[in-house]
T-cell receptor, first 114, second 114 residues
Framework: AQSVTQLGSHVSVSEGALVLLRCNYS??????LFWYVQYPNQGLQLLLK??????LVKGINGFEAEFKKSETSFHLTKPSAHMSDAAEYFC????????????FGKGITLSVRP | DAGVIQSPRHEVTEMGQEVTLRCKPI?????LFWYRQTMMRGLELLIY????????DSGMPEDRFSAKMPNASFSTLKIQPSEPRDSAVYFC????????????FGPGTRLTVL
């Protein structure tokens, strides 16, 4: 079965600094990878996803992630953090099959300092 | 489309009472998912449906939990009897048939069992 590891529970950056949120996956078949964001008191919404093709994926709000098969990673980055980026971020993995089922990581909270 | 609709948004009840959470998925989506989110356990998939048929209920914690999807536009998650440890935010999500399509989450129902 596939799984996702997000190390740490909290990341704090200064406004304007680089954001790097790490995600490693485990899958015996080619994975499909997602990053979701959850703002306070809201449901999750998709930031970006990798299915096939280009390994560098761009998402909303200036975020991007790169699929690295050799490192089994899908880290999320943003060059310059904004106060509005403060939220919880979830990495998730899925594999091909008849049924859509995402496996989520435990999530990581991003704080942005003024 | 209005997105995934959940009701109620907040529910406070006493231990032993029956609780019913409701969800209206996005029209045309073939998959419906129920998740539970707590600080301790993170985001857990409880059950999901494909074309109104339950596919995987392995995440349902106990027999006290049940879910139904009588038609394509409505689903319920019922807890009977409720216990304080059921306190959590319950999310409903829906997606199109293709497994790699994103899941669209509702705003969640915050359940407090006293």
């Amino acid at each position: 079965a596939q799984s996702v590891t997000q190390l740490g529970s909290h990341v704090s950056v200064s406004e304007g600094a680089l954001v790097l949120l790490r995600c490693n996956y485990s899958s015996s078949v080619p994975p499909y990878l997602f990053w979701y964001v959850q703002y306070p008191n809201q449901g999750l919404q998709l930031l970006l996803k990798y299915t096939t093709g280009a390994t560098l994926v761009k998402g909303i709000n200036g975020f991007e992630a790169e699929f690295k098969k050799s490192e089994t990673s899908f880290h999320l980055t943003k060059p310059s953090a904004h106060m509005s980026d403060a939220a919880e971020y979830f990495c998730a993995v899925s594999v091909t099959g008849a049924n859509s089922k995402l496996t989520f990581g435990k999530g990581i909270t991003l704080s942005v300092r003024p | 489309d209005a997105g995934v609709i959940q009701s109620p948004r907040h529910e406070v009840t006493e231990m032993g009472q029956e609780v019913t959470l409701r969800c209206k998925p996005i029209s045309g989506h073939d998959y419906l998912f129920w998740y539970r989110q707590t600080m301790m356990r993170g985001l857990e998939l409880l059950i999901y449906f494909n074309n109104n048929v339950p596919i995987d209920d392995s995440g349902m914690p106990e027999d006290r939990f049940s879910a139904k999807m009588p038609n394509a536009s409505f689903s319920t998650l019922k807890i009977q009897p409720s216990e304080p440890r059921d306190s959590a935010v319950y999310f409903c999500a829906s997606s199109l048939a293709v497994w790699y399509n994103e899941q669209f989450f509702g705003p969640g129902t915050r359940l407090t069992v006293l």
